[in-house]
């Protein structure tokens, strides 16, 4: 569902007691087709002013560290006219009917909400300005905003925003399609560096996340699932557990197939959660695996070179002659590459709060799609939608992990089974191990070049995980996927297996794995034709130029072709004296409607010890960075996730349960393993802005990878490097 503005259905105006103004908005949902539907128009507050120029901008979306509960508020502002340093934030409650869609995920709320929110700004000024000209009788176009207050030109009398809201709550609401936007040479507001509003209370460690939540008589809980995805409880010695120190009760709950959903498992309440885990040390459970215990890792790469080996079963792309150009080509490689499942592994543990009392659920979430979690509770305990509350909760880390809500209808069940609040915590090894993992993958690849050392031919059967036509949960690849469009002759065909693991988003998905893939291999045909590797993929791009197929964009071949010129200049790329040892791996993405290009330096030494020296990063996600602050710290943590990903994070499945079940055997880069140089600069082009959490981080894995081979010879075919004798030092 999206969501659009009218002048028809913009603006409510509200009096408030004291002599306030809260404006809201109706949010027009529409169809699949753009239909409105009407069912759905409620009203949205996202601004309040009080009689003591009190001025709350309300943030719509979850916060999972991208800093979206900072840039849309600061959207508000800089129309409203009003400093920064003056508003103070405040979090929405999920609630779709009054804000339309509340998804944190695939960078989009930068794009999908950077018009309305400003225009929920100007339209406010503007009633607050015709407040202040009725008031002193004079044109609205004798009077301008700043600093919170409206002015009147000539007689140089102000009014503070404060003193105007009773007044501006009567008077009519302009369309918000005609309200005058200011010029981007006259923000104060976008495009400065501005702390997270959170930030105070983070560093205090006042309770902001998912896991703060205290409720009044709640009882913590552990959830038991079978380690083999979708087994099921036979037996569980729940007497002798429930006769341990400090628990409360202990049942079996009934889970169903959908693994996205509410699975089996027992429950075990305590009066604290270390109660309740060390219960769980009790806990004795004869499962019934079901048929994922015959799944594993090793399976799944014979089945897929057996499957490479054979027929594709099918062609998702086919321009000319590939199969003839790599016959008539002057060079040829073939290669086969392939990447391992991944965990989000986020910082805070998946958890949820739920109190479910006379038929109504409350729910305190750290979600990333609360609104989903809402329609799954429903869905699951038969309890209406209307009847639960969600309160969002800052989340400790997303990467989209918190879009899957199955932690929720975990707590929600187990607190109506219960009778009392109930807070679920799931340890750092329920977390690994019960996961919607970035599903592994295969390629198998043959590329081509001429004797004027140009790309000819790209030929890939992908082999992944799926059934029938259709893949896996991000298991996909998309018929234009890079290098498609640019290659004369092209060939690009699938098969899949079945997979009884959970798979979903994880930051950048497909992207994450594709562009290791794509970039590396490019990298080799680079080096056949001994180019180089840089200029090499600046010839494959050719001219600037729109690419189209069907009337639709593809890429910008332009913007494209700015961010390896600019990181080409800005990390020396040719023209400096590189130390003794270091070697440069370049590679570049466009997703999540952001092209970005990467250097990497790197060094190797005799035990295997890669020291990442510096990347260098250049970025086009159009003509406006809201916050600055932000948007550096989105791309050096996309940075550093990246190299964690290469270094030595992998997900292995024996007998259809996870090997890895911590930070000690799936680890994240640590500080002293960290870049000292995280080079970031952003390029800008005339389009709309867009979302920063996702688009960094695919180069930065195969840039690594490349500056390996520049340094050692040794071409990385496949991931962690911790498979390669690789670590990072």
């Known amino acids: 569902m999206t969501a659009a503005l009218d002048r028809r259905d913009f603006l409510k105006v509200t009096a408030l007691a004291g002599g306030g103004l809260a404006i809201g908005s109706w949010w027009q949902p529409l169809d699949a087709a753009g239909a409105p539907i009407a069912e759905a128009f409620e009203p949205n507050a996202f601004i309040r002013i009080t009689a003591d120029s009190a001025i709350t901008i309300v943030s719509k979306n979850p916060e999972i560290g991208q800093g979206i509960k900072t840039s849309l508020p600061m959207l508000v502002a800089e129309e409203l006219d009003v400093a920064w340093s003056t508003v103070t934030v405040e979090q929405a409650m999920s609630d779709a009917a009054r804000y339309g869609s509340q998804v944190a995920g695939g960078s989009t709320a930068t794009p999908a909400h950077y018009d309305s929110m400003r225009q929920a700004g100007a339209v406010a000024r503007q009633m607050l300005v015709a407040a202040a000209a009725a008031t002193w009788g004079v044109p609205d176009a004798e009077c301008t905003t700043s600093g919170g207050m409206v002015r009147h030109i000539g007689s140089k009398r102000a009014m503070r925003y404060g003193a105007l809201a009773a ?5 009519p609401v302009p369309d918000p399609k005609t309200v005058r936007l200011k010029d981007p040479k006259d923000y104060t507001v976008i495009g400065t560096a501005v702390p997270g509003v959170d930030n ?6 006042k309770p902001l996340f998912g896991i703060d939540v205290t409720v009044p008589g709640m009882l913590h809980a552990v959830f038991q699932k079978c380690p083999v995805f979708g087994g099921t409880v036979v037996s569980a010695n729940l007497d002798a557990v429930r006769a341990l120190p400090g628990v409360k009760q202990a049942f079996v709950v009934t889970g169903g197939t959908n693994l996205a959903g509410l699975l089996s498992g027992v429950a075990i309440l305590a009066d604290s959660w270390w109660a309740a885990n060390e219960a ?3 806990l004795k459970v004869t499962w ?3 048929a994922t215990a015959s799944q594993g890792s090793t399976g799944f790469a014979t089945q897929a070179a057996t499957l490479a080996a054979g027929t594709a079963q099918r062609t998702l792309r086919q321009d000319g002659d590939a199969t003839a150009a790599l016959g008539n080509a002057v060079q040829t490689v073939e290669a086969a590459y392939s990447y391992p499942f991944l965990a989000h592994a986020t910082l805070e543990p998946m958890n949820c709060t739920a109190r479910y009392a006379d038929g109504k659920l409350e729910i305190w979430a750290p979600s990333q799609n609360p609104q989903s979690g809402r329609q799954l509770v429903a869905q699951t305990l038969g309890v209406p939608a209307a009847d639960i509350t969600i309160h969002m909760t800052r989340c400790g880390g997303g990467f989209g992990r918190r879009l899957n809500n199955d932690y929720m209808v975990e707590a929600a069940a187990i607190a109506k089974q219960a009778g009392v609040p109930v807070k679920l915590l799931w340890s750092r090894e329920d977390d690994i191990q019960h996961d919607f993992y970035r599903p592994a993958g295969f ?19 992908f082999v992944s995980f799926g059934e029938g036509q259709g893949f896996a949960a991000s298991a996909n690849i998309g018929a234009t996927e890079f290098p498609a469009l640019f290659v004369p002759n092209f060939l690009l065909q699938s098969s899949v297996m079945p997979l009884g693991v959970p798979t979903g988003f994880l930051r950048a998905p497909g992207s994450n794995a594709l562009a290791f893939v794509a970039q590396s291999f490019l990298d080799e045909l680079a080096h056949a034709a001994k180019r180089d590797p840089l200029q090499f993929r600046l ?4 001219p600037a130029r729109a690419v189209q197929e069907n009337g639709r964009t593809i890429y910008d071949a332009g913007r494209m072709r700015g961010v390896l010129e600019a990181v080409r200049q800005r990390s020396g790329w040719g023209t400096r004296a590189m130390p003794a040892g270091h070697g440069l791996g370049v590679a570049f993405h466009f997703s999540h409607r952001g092209y970005f290009a990467e250097v990497v330096e790197a060094s190797v030494n005799s035990d ?3 020291r990442v020296h510096g990347v260098w990063v250049a970025g086009d996600i159009g003509r406006q960075i809201i916050n600055p602050s932000n948007a550096v710290n989105q791309v050096q943590g996309s940075v550093i996730d990246g190299l964690s990903e290469a270094f030595g994070q992998e997900i292995t499945v024996v007998a259809g349960r996870v090997e890895q079940s911590n930070f000690d055997d799936f680890p994240v880069m640590r500080i002293p393993q960290a870049p000292k140089v995280i080079d970031v600069h952003f390029v800008t082009s005339d389009v709309g802005p867009t979302g920063l959490g996702e688009p960094a981080l695919p180069p930065v894995v195969p840039a690594l990878c490349n500056a390996i081979f520049a340094v050692t ?16 030092a």
């Open 167 to 171: 007044k501006a709550a009567t008077m």
């Open 200 to 205: 105070p209370a983070i560093v205090r460690g």
């Open 280 to 282: 769980r040390k009790q």
């Open 288 to 290: 019934a695996e079901g």
């Open 443 to 461: 390629h198998f690849l043959k590329g081509g070049v001429d004797a004027a050392g140009k790309l000819v031919a790209w030929q890939n059967h």
């Open 539 to 542: 010839d494959l791009l050719g």
């Open 608 to 610: 295997g010890g890669v």
């Open 713 to 728: 010879g040794k071409r990385i075919r496949s991931l962690p490097l911790s498979r390669h004798g690789l670590h990072s």
